[in-house]
């Protein structure tokens, strides 16, 4: 592996499916490259096809992806796109976001990163992202709205049990009480992590936290106990879906990108929800034809809310590439059929070609390392 005049600054930012992980790295990003600092991300999936890979690519990112299991899993691979990065871009900062389903990535990533390449990484505190309205109900705070099986919500709790930082997100989306609340609630429980809130979306109260993952030095939390057959049993309870559709040209006017890709979503989300099942995260992204830096792109992270915009197309169509990544607890099979008759149903007379389609329930984790203690 290359070495780096100096080591860089290894990031990992975690939490569950749809706590919004990816738009904090990107204010983060901007952020670091507003300081002078040289940036490199690394995006992490069960499988190819990443929307959030398409959105990073299109804020001109150096990024890497990793996919088919999660950096635990991973690890050499990890290192690995490390080492492209450096050589590619030189990062002063390397912002990894692990597969929202995987925990225990204290014992698993962090620890081994540090002991192993101590001389190319210095490790910052482990950040975990929290949606505040799952958080809410998942803490038994607010009974209202769907939620998921024990074994998944086992994961949601080990994954806080090992921050160092606890990011509560989406803070504009919860009254004052209901913060105080969680703020409460996560102090108890995890007396030793610090609390920020944020909003990635609006850019509030982010550069305290990102100073702290600046220059705070990292006090590993590893998970104690872990019951790894819960943790099999919680990720292979979810559904997994990736597609991607190719969009072709109509004779006649060119179309409007955006307004079919939240229709698209709200259908499938519409098709799961018929089924009682609870979405985890569902997000999309159509980029133009040959343009990876114009898209728009979507997502909605319950079953119970709608799709939002967080990019735009400024211009109609007339063709493109569609990206579908969807998560929730119910038979992949399930969601197959929930997509394939969104694009029926939404696309109208314009050409469609699904150009791949997978769906499984996640493996096993078999970790290539895990330090469990600091002794």
């Known amino acids: 592996m290359?070495?780096?005049?100096?080591?860089?600054?290894?990031?990992?930012?975690?939490?569950?499916?749809?706590?919004?992980?990816?738009?904090?790295?990107l204010r983060a990003a901007e952020w670091l490259t507003g300081r002078g600092l040289r940036?490199?991300?690394?995006?992490?999936?069960q499988a190819g096809g990443l929307v959030d890979t398409a959105i990073v690519k299109a804020h001109a990112l150096a990024v890497e992806e990793i996919a088919g299991g999660c950096f635990c899993c991973r690890f050499n691979s990890l290192v690995e796109a490390a080492d492209r990065l450096a050589r590619?871009?030189?990062?002063?900062?390397?912002?990894?976001?692990?597969?929202g389903s995987c925990t225990d990535l204290v014992a698993t990533v962090s620890l081994p990163l540090g002991r192993i390449y101590g001389d190319r990484f210095t490790i910052a505190p482990v950040s975990v992202v929290v949606d505040p309205l799952r958080a809410l109900r998942i803490l038994g705070i607010d009974g209202s709205g769907g939620s998921f099986s024990p074994n998944v919500t086992y994961i949601y709790r080990k994954q806080l049990e090992e921050a160092e930082i606890v990011v509560?997100?989406?803070c504009d989306l919860v009254s004052p009480a209901q913060r105080a609340a969680l703020r409460t609630a996560l102090a108890a429980a995890l007396p030793a992590a610090r609390v920020f809130e944020i909003s990635a979306r609006d850019g509030t109260g982010l550069e305290d936290w990102f100073g702290a993952i600046l220059d705070t030095p990292s006090v590993p939390r590893p998970i104690e106990q872990i019951d790894y057959d819960r943790y099999?049993?919680?990720?292979a309870l979810l559904g997994?879906?990736?597609?991607?559709?190719?969009?072709?040209?109509?004779?006649?006017?060119?179309?409007?990108?955006?307004?079919?890709?939240?229709?698209?979503?709200?259908?499938?989300?519409?098709?799961?929800?018929?089924?009682?099942?609870?979405?985890?995260?569902?997000?999309?992204?159509l980029t133009l034809e040959g343009d990876d830096y114009e898209l728009a792109a979507a997502n909605l992270v319950r079953s119970a809310s709608s799709p939002?915009?967080?990019?735009?197309?400024?211009?109609?169509?007339?063709?493109?590439?569609?990206?579908i990544n969807l998560r929730a607890e119910a038979d992949p099979a399930l969601l197959e059929t929930a997509v394939r008759e969104a694009i029926d149903d939404t696309r109208g007379d314009?050409?469609?070609?699904?150009?791949?389609?997978?769906?499984?329930?996640?493996?096993?984790?078999?970790?290539?390392?895990?330090?469990?203690?600091?002794?």
């Not at 940036?39 to 999936?45: C, I, P």
């Not at 099999?232 to 990720?235: L, N, P, R």
């Not at 040209?249 to 890709?261: F, Y």
């Open 2 to 25: 290359t070495t780096s005049p100096r080591p860089a600054r290894y990031v990992m930012i975690g939490g569950f499916l749809g706590a919004g992980k990816t738009t904090s790295i």
């Open 232 to 235: 099999a049993d919680g990720e």
């Open 88 to 99: 590619d871009s030189a990062p002063d900062i390397l912002l990894a976001e692990p597969v």
């Open 308 to 323: 939002e915009l967080s990019h735009r197309l400024t211009d109609p169509l007339d063709a493109g590439r569609l990206l």
């Open 39 to 45: 940036v490199g991300l690394v995006t992490n999936d």
């Open 168 to 170: 509560i997100n989406k």
């Open 240 to 285: 997994w879906l990736n597609a991607e559709i190719r969009l072709g040209a109509l004779d006649g006017p060119d179309w409007d990108g955006n307004s079919l890709l939240v229709r698209l979503l709200d259908a499938i989300r519409g098709a799961v929800a018929r089924q009682g099942h609870e979405i985890a995260h569902l997000k999309g992204t």
């Open 350 to 375: 314009l050409p469609a070609t699904i150009v791949h389609c997978e769906h499984f329930r996640p493996g096993r984790p078999v970790p290539t390392h895990r330090i469990p203690s600091l002794s």
